[in-house]
């Protein structure tokens, strides 16, 4: 079969498997990215050096939860990735999101920095974000100054996350609702803390809090007709 043919059948293969996970059909949905899985194979093995090829292989793995194939694959289309700063971004963002589910953590933070780096990439920086908030839930009971600083970076990453977009659309949206998350739990653990810089930033985000409320009701306000 020739390699156009095959290129075509497996996005077939991956829009359908969409379809029937709209329709809550998983054991089509699974069988399908199976299916597509095994076209991708073929298709690298006629085209190994296009990067596209083992993007898509990753992604159809991740979709079915095999997270390792899809990391294995992410960092082979990295590899191969032109010089192009949209492609590498988002390379690193889908090998981040895999490291994330595979908790390693440390290792997602550093290819959402690089997806960054790259392009201002929104989605990696409300993910990084994410994590930093997780690890503050995790030191607040042994280690709050650290805790604080962890809150720090998350809504630092945040903020620049609504910086880049700042559009009255959904992820705005959702990026407001969790800096509003960030700075409340940061007010409930770094009032008594001894350490000058972080009970400086907290105060710092204390004096923003007004400002970010007006930018929160000018994104849930009704929009006129």
Partial sequence: MKLEKLIQLAGEKVLLSQEYGMNKDWENYNLALQEATSLYQQIIKEDSGNCFHYSNLGFAYYELGEFEKALEN??????????DAEVKSNFYLHKGIA????????????SYTKSSEFKENTEALRRRSLIYFSEASDHVQTDATQSVKSLCQAIDDICQAIG??????????????LLSQLVKSLFSI??????????EKAREWELK?????????KIYAPKDD
């Fill in 190 to 199: 770094s009032g008594d803390k001894r350490d000058q810089e972080l009970a």
């Fill in 74 to 83: 992410i960092k082979t289309a990295i590899k191969l990735a032109p010089e």
């Fill in 209 to 217: 809090v007004p400002e970010m409320k007006r930018e929160l009701i």
């Fill in 164 to 177: 880049i977009d700042r559009r009255n659309d959904e992820e705005s949206k959702e990026n407001y609702v």
């Fill in 99 to 110: 490291e994330q589910d595979l908790n390693k953590l440390e290792e997602a933070k550093l």
